[in-house]
Structures are given as structure tokens and as C-alpha cells.
């Protein structure tokens, strides 16, 4: 699930949560496999933040229709997961064109790190530089709890 995260929140197992994909409420059960049982919403810009929540065997994906005006993409973001990333396990930052062809930006995924903090990352747009385009996250979780905290995201020069 998605979820939209206010600075200083934390989210608890127990306690549901709105999914920001179909706005159903849902306890976030996975979160008890995290250190101290929950996880605290600490946003690197403003006060909101994306965050994915995932258990068992389940790909979500969030999107935004853009037209690309700088060279490249800047964003902060967080990941943790209870278990070893598998073949079915990743996190992907990409840019899907009308046509269907995709551009992968960032991808994370077996064999990679259980765990990120929150830090900058940085993508280059210069293939779709002019164009409309969708910028689409995929959180895919195999068997583990994986969260991932998602933030800031700047189209720069």
C-alpha cells in the first residue's frame, strides 16, 4: 500500500492507515518486523512524505503524468526490509513513455543492501528532456515486510 506521511507520525502496526492508492483503511501489519515495531515519517523536505508498506507477495506502483523541462531528476528516499532482497524483491525509479517504452532511473534489487537510510539520489533526463512522460515508482515485496519512504522529488537543470 501507499501512504501519505505527516512529519513526526509514527505508524504502528495496530493502527490503521488510509491506503492512498484506493483510500481503504488498512493496519499496517508488517511494520512489527521493523526495529521498535513502527516506523517514524521524517520527511528530508516539508511536512509529507510517500510510503510504501508491503508484506507478502505484492507490486505496487504510483505514478505522476510530467513533461520533462531539466536534465535530470533529484529525490530523496528510504528503504528497509526484513528479509534479503529476492529476484521478485526491488524498488524502481522510471519514466514510462506513451509508446510503452520505459526508462529505469534507479533500481534496487537482489543481492543489494536490506536497508537505506534516507539520502539524495540522482537520475538523468536526458533521453525524455522535452517530453511528457510518467514518472512511476514500483515497490515489488516477495515474502518480508518492505517499507520504502519516498520524498522531494525536483525535475533540475
Known amino acids: 500500500m501507499f501512504v501519505l506521511g505527516e512529519k513526526g507520525t509514527s505508524i504502528k502496526a495496530d ?16 511494520v512489527a518486523d521493523l526495529p521498535g515495531g513502527q516506523l517514524t515519517v521524517n520527511p528530508a523536505a516539508g511536512d509529507r512524505m510517500a510510503l510504501a508498506l508491503q508484506a507478502g507477495k505484492s507490486t505496487y506502483r504510483a ?23 529476492s529476484a521478485r524483491q526491488r ?8 509508446n510503452g517504452q520505459t526508462i529505469s532511473l534507479f533500481e534496487h534489487r537482489a543481492g543489494d543492501a536490506q536497508k537505506a537510510t534516507m539520502a539524495s539520489y540522482e537520475a538523468s533526463l536526458a533521453a525524455v528532456i522535452g517530453e511528457t512522460v510518467y514518472l512511476e515508482i514500483e515497490v515489488s515485496a516477495d515474502t518480508a515486510c518492505l517499507t520504502a519512504q519516498f520524498d522531494a522529488f525536483v525535475i533540475a537543470p
Open 63 to 85: 505514478f505522476q503524468r510530467i513533461t520533462v523541462e531539466g536534465g535530470k531528476l533529484v529525490w530523496s528516499m528510504a528503504f528497509d526490509s526484513a528479509a534479503a532482497f
Open 15 to 30: 493502527v490503521a492507515v488510509r491506503d492512498a492508492m484506493d483510500g481503504t483503511m488498512v493496519a499496517p501489519t508488517c
Open 91 to 98: 524498488v524502481v525509479i522510471r519514466v514510462r513513455r506513451d
